[in-house]
């Protein structure tokens, strides 16, 4: 669902549905008696450890799976999450589950393939007592963070916090309810523990944090069968037996992370101000898709589940850039639907946490005839992309500073690679989802995944502060399935 210094491509699956092994891997298979993986015993669904029975959770599925199309025996070792990490780090066990690729710990482990992607978030007290409204609040604030958890560590350094470290996820939730910390950071699954604890109300979700993170599993770096064994078999996984997954360990994330505890200013602001009408590029497909005069596409839908949380009524308005500047000059529209992080609005908007991550790609012609897998392969080729994105405009100059074709939209874009006139064309993962490109899309592919993501947001004017905060709030309650399933229903093939 959701590092290096590339995104490893998966490897490949044969037609029939099985894997190819190597004969490294076949003899790897055949003298490892048994697999040892570490877990966090308090990190709930991945991982779920109750005395007298055997783990379960989400990610002892995801190993089960991987043992049924490997052959591996693997055996899940559950414990205080500091203790499992050096116990991978000294070759105790075979490595670790439900960790982010940080660079720290590259000396020891090679990386799996993604297997879930999470979405971080600001949890607060309920009611939000301290008026928190966006991550600068929080410097010199009390942050918890389970020990040993470089993820929440490193965001909560990032954000200012005097960090304070817990045993497990679980005191770190006692800490907050009983005024110990302020605030911490974990993603959704944490409302998990919340509810377990009955503190569902006294503890709430206040915004994102900035950027999905990839799980995957580390893995000792003296074993890289081991890893590649991983890979095969994780992008093996069916999406029908990751549905199934979702549904089993996370489907209780839409009752519980669906409640909103707004301010009274905020349900004031709503009673006031019912309608908010956004701007969004019609270039932008499959974000907006215009149809009859209506909007369609996946930010259509998003706000859909923003007028169900919050009572707003938010009509799209659709247009080129330049029909959005007049309409902000005239006074029409509250904000944009659609800004990606490349955008540069200054200070005359507030720009929400992302609501989605979109993977940049390296997109080559069908085939990939010229074998483009790395970036030093791009001198002096032929590059574009869409003249609306100032990012993608550098890393093109940075990569063929004397061939650079730039495109009015994404159709004509990929138009330009199809037809010969590129030889690559630098694009985020969502264009492969285009309906008004679906035969050229046939003659395109990936080559590869620079470690860069175009993050979408929704700006509002500076003079509406709570609208944003609102907004913020329901964004942050919309779980990572409801956000896989919506986005799915409008890039399904």
Known sequence: MFGCSEKKAPPRVDEAGGISFSSEEISYVTKKKAVYIGASSSFPPYIIDKPDADVSGYDADILDLVAQKTGLEIHIIAGKWDEMVEK???????GLSTTIPHEERRQFFNFSLPYISTRDILFVQGGNPLGFSDLPDLEGRRGGVEEGNLQYEKKTFACGGEIRFYPTMNDVVRALFSDEIDFFICDQSVLYIIDSMGLDGFIEPLLYIKGDSDFVFSLDRNQPELTSLFDKAIAAIT???????????????????????????????????????????????PWFIEDNGSVKGIVRRICDILEERTGLT??????????????????????????????????????????????????????????????????????????????????????SPSEEFLYSGCSSMIHGLAGGEVDYILASESVLHIPSAEDLLLKIEPAFF?????DMSIAVKSENPVLHRILNKALASIS?????????????D
């Open 88 to 94: 991978a780090r000294n070759g105790e066990i075979d």
């Open 239 to 285: 999406d029908e037996e990751k549905t199934g997954l979702v549904n089993r360990w996370f489907g209780y994330l839409e009752d519980l992370s669906g409640r909103l505890s707004l301010t009274g200013e905020e349900k004031y602001y709503i009673e006031e101000n019912p309608f908010v009408v956004l701007a969004g590029d019609v270039s932008h497909e």
């Open 314 to 399: 938010i009509r799209i308005v659709a247009g080129s850039r330049e029909e959005q500047r007049i309409r902000l000059e005239e006074g029409k529209i509250d904000g944009y639907a659609d800004i990606s992080s490349h955008s540069s609005l200054g200070e005359a908007f507030i720009v929400s946490e992302p609501y989605y991550s979109d993977p940049d790609v390296i997109f080559v012609p069908r085939g990939n005839p010229r074998g483009i897998v790395r970036f030093d392969q791009l001198k002096g080729l032929k590059g574009g992309t869409v003249e609306v994105n100032p990012r993608f405009r550098e890393m093109i100059k940075s990569y």
């Open 450 to 454: 620079p470690d860069t993501r175009n």
């Open 480 to 492: 990572a399935r409801e956000m896989d399933s919506l986005i799915a229903l409008e890039t399904k």
